[in-house]
């Protein structure tokens, strides 16, 4: 499959050649542009993974040239601006204007690809298949440990909120190690405990009334593949024990059955819950949880990694405008802001509901602020999505304390420890946030 070039706009031979020759070596396909116009015909013309393009050009602004290419093109391609030191501020109000990122001279090469990959899959196909998950910290380094954990783990546990990603981790680790082998994923928290014992490990025939045939569990289905144990920590205590028996044992008994037969399969589990807490109150086996927490994965909530938002909602538009068969719809920067300004209670599966709902009701190219969130008040129907600054700070820190809080257990002086500040600091704090008298 051939994906679409990087269009990059650089006037200055030397570093047009140097960057040149790194993304052919990088196996990423590179149109080079010397001005602004030539550039801009060529993005009328072609579709770009990509445009890297120099702030400074001989004939237009890089800045003219991104707000024509907004104008006249259908479909804005990730962009990246290359800036001198000085114009720092000016790269930042570039990006409210819904560039992707901005690198200053003089740079580290390695640094401009990560930045290429963190808005461009493509950018990564050609180096070692890094799968991308989002431009944020957390998830790169969860990304980057991913293809090594395709290769070696046989057993996994993935834990965070309801909708960040953890069934798509599971499947990228799934593909990258055995694309063609099966992969079968069972929620543990929707079946009875009967039901769930023989989805899990199969019955044989008359084991109990209505089993006319034999049939296989999951640990049979995944055989040679992968099997992804959605919601364990919601198991009921007794099959627990079983499925530690099986993992163990790597041998599974069908109920009403006397043969165990061998499964050879690499598990991974999910959980939104806190295994640690369940084990302590005795919900969940302490033995199954050393088992299946050789490796853990902890995906951080969406509101923890605003980096990934627009990434995420650029793929979402693009999805669904592949699916439907239309042109991507883009992001006002009205919509942008509200975007990385929610909180995602829902976190990934939140954004992309409302990206779709979003596609479905806006009538024209642009999506605005209307349709983007359920909550007016939140979507800023009032015209701006604005808050004062002051207010909008505040906002934060009190959401920050409180997390620091509830991770501590409400434990005043623990937080003030994670928090690095003093107690005293933090029931200052506390007050002027006006979360109760102080704790
Ligand atoms: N990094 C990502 N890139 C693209 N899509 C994502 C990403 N993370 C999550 N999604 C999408 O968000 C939705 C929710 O993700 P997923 O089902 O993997 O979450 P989950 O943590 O397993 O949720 P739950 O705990 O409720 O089962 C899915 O539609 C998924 O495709």
Redesign the pocket.
């Known amino acids: 499959m051939t994906h679409p070039p990087v269009c990059l706009v650089e006037d200055d031979a030397i570093m047009g050649e140097s960057l040149l020759d790194r993304f052919t070596l990088e196996g990423i396909k590179t149109h080079w542009f010397r001005t602004g116009r030539e550039a801009l015909a060529a993005l009328e013309r072609h579709d770009y993974a990509l445009v890297l393009s120099d702030i400074r050009l001989p004939d237009i602004e890089g800045e003219t040239l991104f707000r024509t290419a907004i104008e006249k093109l259908r479909a804005v391609p990730p962009w990246i601006f290359i800036t001198g030191y000085g114009s720092i501020d000016h790269a930042v109000s570039l990006l409210k204007l819904g560039a992707m990122d901005y690198i200053t001279k003089p740079f580290d090469l390695d640094e401009l690809l990560i930045k290429m990959r963190a808005v461009c899959r493509h950018c990564a196909a050609d180096n070692g298949d890094l799968p991308m ?2 431009p944020s910290p957390a ?1 790169r380094r969860i990304a980057a440990t991913l293809p090594q954990l395709a290769r070696n783990a046989r057993t996994i546990l993935i834990t ?1 909120e ?7 981790i599971a499947q990228t680790i799934h593909d990258l190690a055995q694309p063609g082998a099966p992969l079968v994923a069972l929620n543990c928290a929707s079946l009875s405990e009967s039901l769930l014992e023989t989805e899990l490990f199969g019955h044989e025939r008359g084991a109990f009334t209505g089993a006319t045939r034999r049939r296989h569990g999951v640990f049979e289905q995944a055989d040679g593949g992968t099997l992804f144990l ?1 919601e364990i920590g919601d198991m009921p205590l007794s099959m627990q024990a079983k499925l530690l028996r099986v993992i163990q044992d790597k041998r599974v008994t069908r109920v009403g059955g006397e043969v165990a037969v061998p499964v050879n399969v690499r598990l991974i589990c ?1 959980t ?1 819950r806190d295994l640690r807490a369940r084990v302590e109150s005795g919900a969940f086996r302490e033995d199954l949880y050393y088992r299946i927490n050789v490796i853990h994965l902890r ?1 951080p909530p969406l509101r923890e990694r605003k980096e990934d938002v627009l990434w ?1 909602a650029r ?1 979402f538009l693009r999805d669904y405008a592949a699916e439907h068969g239309v042109e991507p719809k883009q992001l006002s920067p009205e919509a942008e802001r509200v975007l990385t300004s929610h909180r995602w209670p829902g976190n ?2 939140e954004l ?1 509901h409302a990206i779709e709902r979003a596609c479905i009701l806006t009538p024209g190219p642009l999506i605005g602020v209307d349709f983007l969130l359920e909550d007016d008040a939140e979507a800023g129907s009032e015209g701006t999505a604005f808050e004062p600054l002051e207010a909008y700070l505040r906002h934060c820190e009190l959401s920050y304390i409180q997390q620091a809080l509830a991770h501590c257990d409400g434990q005043i002086a623990k937080t003030a420890g994670v928090l690095g500040i003093s107690r005293k600091t933090l029931w200052e704090k506390l007050k002027k946030l006006g979360v109760g008298q102080g704790p």
């Open positions: 998950l989002g998830m965070g309801s909708g960040v990603g953890k069934e798509i959605d999910a939104h995906v995420l793929q990934v599966r992309k």
